[in-house]
């Protein structure tokens, strides 16, 4: 994990240099840069000054309560001004990126109340996901209806068996049926209460200005890619490609440099050999996690890694359709997957730590 983040560093500056000497804007470089490179400060950091599983709870407390006051003002704007705005193409109460903290906050709380097992412990949990999952909808980004799906789908997936399992497994059972007939009755309903359904089944089908307008960028990206160099990419500070402006955003100084499809822009900039050495850092991560929930022998660290490997799904699909790696929540919640990598297997015991090795080899050495 060490040396993923180092080949992250690494080649964001040889790109930003690149990109410069080739007649990049060094002002835009640097917007473009200066958060991939201060997650990979954080995550040393947080790998660092959190040395416990238990340090790690402590800081998804902290996500909790931040996300919590966001919510908070996303149900005070809908209950005061922004009613009449939800379900309007573009609208939202708070920010974008805070469909990051609400849904990865509703990860740990489900984790939490199956690591508990406590009555009490789980109806506040409920409580708590209930009110998150109305400032989703309230924030009108259907993108966090498909973040919540993959982060339950992974979180389902890795864990272990056992009886925590078999709950998950029976109550699926129950609930599946349910599911699918309200799926089914409200597809195409315009009822209120079959708006997250709506809001679901319209992310890939609904035609609306924001959608076509990220269609026609991200074409424009992929000409980019294909007309620079397509193994080094145009390098940081230097503009994508526009194919059009029927959906002009020019007012934005930055529009040209940060597209809200971060991975197609990573790709266009940098070009393959640059996203390979920016993207090797996640399925790193997700295999460390992957490996300390299996055969970890803490059960606290198991459930750090849980959250650190489902939260990097979520991040990634605000990547890949919401500016995430422009934006500060998604790339420090991700700094955050990558120091729980950085630390969990080694206090799980399930992989050696690197001064655990020196010191052996020293006292071989002396024999």
């Known amino acids: 994990m060490k040396q993923a983040l180092l080949l992250v560093l690494g080649t964001t500056v040889v790109w930003f240099f690149y990109g410069i000497t080739r007649g990049g804007e060094f002002r835009y470089a640097s917007w473009q840069t200066y958060l991939i490179l201060s997650t990979v400060l954080l995550a040393f950091t947080v790998a660092s000054t959190f040395r416990t599983a238990a340090d790690i709870g402590g800081l998804a407390k902290w996500l909790i309560a931040a996300a919590l006051y966001r919510a908070i003002m996303c149900w005070l704007s809908y209950f005061t001004w922004g009613r009449n705005s939800v379900g309007e193409s573009g609208a939202y109460l708070t920010s974008h990126s805070d469909t990051i903290g609400w849904v990865v906050s509703i990860l740990v709380l489900i984790v939490n109340a199956i690591d508990r097992r406590s009555p009490s412990v789980t109806l506040r949990n409920i409580a708590l996901i209930l009110f998150f999952i109305g400032a989703i909808q309230w924030n009108s980004r259907r993108l966090a209806w498909v973040s919540l799906a993959m982060g339950l789908a992974m979180l389902y997936l890795l864990f272990p068996p056992g009886p925590a399992k078999r709950r998950i497994n029976r109550i699926a059972f129950v609930s599946v049926p349910f599911l699918l007939m309200y799926a089914a009755v409200g597809w195409n309903s315009q009822s209120p209460i079959f708006l997250p359904l709506r809001s679901i089944s319209t992310v890939s089908t609904s035609e609306d200005a924001s959608t076509l307008a990220r269609n026609t960028e ?33 007012g934005f100084e930055l529009w040209r440099y940060v597209p809200h499809n971060s991975i197609l822009g990573v790709l266009a900039f940098t070009g393959v050999l640059g996203f390979a050495g920016f993207w090797l850092a996640l399925p790193t991560a997700v295999f460390l996690h992957a490996r300390t929930v299996r ?19 979520v991040c990634t699909n605000q990547l890949y359709g919401d500016m995430g790696i422009f934006d500060m929540k998604a790339m420090y919640v991700i700094a955050v997957s990558y120091a729980i990598a950085l630390r969990m297997p080694y206090i799980a015991g399930v992989w050696d730590s690197p001064s655990a090795g020196d010191g052996a080899a020293s006292t071989s050495k002396r024999k």
Do not use: C, E
Not at 297 to 313: C, E, F, H, S, T
């Open 295 to 313: 055969i970890g022998k803490d059960p606290k660290a198991r459930n750090a890694a849980m959250i650190g490997a489902a939260q990097l799904v």
């Open 218 to 250: 991200n074409l424009g990206l992929i000409a980019t890619a294909n007309s620079s160099s397509f193994a080094f990419g145009t390098g940081w500070g230097r503009p994508y490609v526009y194919l059009t402006l029927k959906y002009d955003i020019s």
